[in-house]
């Protein structure tokens, strides 16, 4: 008598009709199928015939990470040949425990030789030797795509296996705790000739803290990509690799000088890095074919020189400053940096680049105007202080499209509430735009679009919009995104919809909305 479970089987297998059909397909369309699902479900299909247990065995994508997380605990137990008995405990890995048996271990050991290894991906607590070990399987297999995230009990060194693969064309390797470190400079440059994609996280480098010459087009001839990330102990980096487009390089808060060329670089993000305690730091940058740059939440440099970037599309710009250090040099820096960005399409401004503009030191006749700069995204804390930065960046956008505010609420600034008297009687601030207004006449024969979000009917807020409104020759669209409001505020905010109505001009067509 068949049972439910044979029974299941073949209806998976023939279907209604009892013809298995799935089977006879191509290995790489069945391998394609299997690739989205869990690795134990595609270890599971291995019993149902010896034509899946061949399938199963040469299966090209491994990804273990839905199975052994990191904070599962791991077996340390030796890496040895699998048995009869655990090949075929392996053909369903519910049927053993994790505990006893290291299921990657076996599954690499188990692979049909012949068979090329795509990808290997896994995270778990593990050994130094247990991590050699799996590497080392893999790289005989002739692993095409390495990701590991690992946690250690120790320090371990960057496994030295990966080096002679010359199949590599990916590795990922994160340390959740406590850290690598790197072989010294002569080994490491030894590999990696056909690496395209390289990422490392959490590497300890306080015996190797100036990395100068290792991330150069002889040692990584093929690399497009790289990834650097909690770099502990780096103070100098210079990347120079000529086939790289893609270069991201965060949490090195330890860092005092970055220098990164490549004729290719398309991508470039940078974030919270360099040392802001640091009285010599730099930063110099020489990318041509730059599309796309994030700078953000970065100490200020002492120095920054940025060339060549003709090609400069977008950039997202943010600073930290510590205890409002706007020395004359370092906003002469932060007036170089954003120079060199002149060609601009899309900008956006984070963190405390209002502030800095508004500074008293800053340095404006040295920064060169955005004139092809048609988005502008600005984050800051509204006050009246800011005002200037704010009217030097209109000033250096004269073809400005779409203006987006992003009102930081959380600033410990006075917000005042708007009130009747403040469309009676003109406020500083008013005052203060209306001086602007020849000055920003270019902007506001451009501006169509203007987006404020944390509107709270404050004084500053108001006097903006009302100068906007009231100037501006092309403005299409303003809304005000000020979140949930009860009854009381939406009375008000109707009150000040017909106020600003009255103050536009030039631009009675402007559609103006509250969400």
């Known amino acids: 008598m068949e049972t439910r479970s044979a029974k299941r089987k073949k209806y998976w297998l023939e279907g209604e009709n009892g013809i298995d059909r799935i089977s006879d397909l191509p290995d790489v369309v069945l391998h394609q199928i299997l690739f989205h699902l869990p690795i134990k479900s595609i270890a599971q299909t291995s019993v149902l015939s010896k034509r899946w247990r061949s399938l199963w065995i040469s299966f090209p994508d491994l990804d273990f990470t839905s ?18 008995k655990n090949k075929r405990l392996l053909l369903c890995p519910h049927s053993f425990s994790v505990k006893r048996l290291d299921f990657i ?17 896994f995270r778990a607590p593990l050994s130094f030797s247990r991590l050699n070990g799996l590497i080392r399987l893999a790289v005989r297999q002739n692993v095409q795509e390495l990701d590991v995230e690992v946690a250690t009990d120790d320090y371990f060194n960057f496994p030295r296996s990966v080096l002679t693969s010359e199949s590599l064309r990916v590795f990922k390797l994160r340390s959740r705790y406590p850290g690598f470190r790197l072989l010294p400079p002569s080994v490491m440059k030894r590999g990696f000739q056909s690496l395209h994609t390289l990422s490392l996280s959490l590497v300890i480098l306080y015996d190797q803290p100036t990395l100068s010459d290792l991330f150069t087009d002889s040692s990584f001839p093929r690399l497009k990509k790289l990834n650097l990330d909690a770099c502990f102990g780096l103070k100098q980096l210079k990347v120079s690799c000529l086939a790289l487009e893609e270069f991201t390089l965060e949490n090195c808060f330890q860092l005092h000088g970055l220098d990164v060329s490549g004729a290719k ?9 360099f040392d802001a305690y640091c009285d010599k730091s730099w930063v110099k940058i020489n990318a041509p074919s730059l599309r796309v740059m994030v700078w953000e939440y970065n100490a200020i440099t002492e120095n920054s020189s940025l060339e060549n970037l003709v090609s400069a599309h977008e950039a997202s710009i943010g600073f930290f400053v510590l205890n409002e250090d706007f020395s004359v040099t370092k906003l002469r820096s932060v007036s170089n940096l ?13 963190g405390q680049c209002v502030e800095v503009l508004s500074s008293r030191n800053y340095i404006a006749n040295l920064m060169h105007p ?33 203006l987006i505010l992003k009102i930081l609420n959380d600033y410990k600034i006075e917000r005042r509430k708007w009130n009747k008297d403040l469309w009676d009687m003109p406020s500083s601030e008013e005052q203060f735009w209306e ?52 009854y009381r505020d939406s009375l008000r905010r109707q009150k000040i919809r017909s106020q600003m109505m009255g103050f536009s001009r030039a631009s009675s067509n402007a559609k103006i909305e509250f969400l």
């Open 370 to 402: 955005f004139d092809q700069l048609k988005s502008l995204e600005l984050q800051t804390g509204f006050n009246k202080h800011n005002l200037p930065g704010l009217a030097y960046l209109f000033k250096c956008s004269p073809a400005l499209h779409t």
């Open 265 to 273: 670089l398309k991508t470039l993000q940078v974030a919270s890095c």
């Open 338 to 350: 954003l120079s060199a960005l002149s060609r601009l399409h899309t900008l956006t401004l984070e």
């Open 435 to 486: 001086s602007q207004s020849q000055a920003l006449k270019p902007l506001l024969n451009n501006l169509s679009v203007v987006k404020i979000h944390g509107f709270l009917e404050c004084e500053n807020e108001v006097s903006l919009a009302k100068f906007l409104l009231k100037h501006g020759k092309a403005l299409q669209e303003m809304t005000f995104f000020s979140g949930h409001c009860n």
């Open 105 to 121: 271990s076996q599954v690499l050991a188990l692979r049909d030789k012949q068979s090329g290894l795509r990808i290997l991906r």
């Open 67 to 84: 199975i052994n997380p990191i904070g599962v605990a791991s077996t340390n137990a030796p890496n040895t040949k699998p048995s009869i």
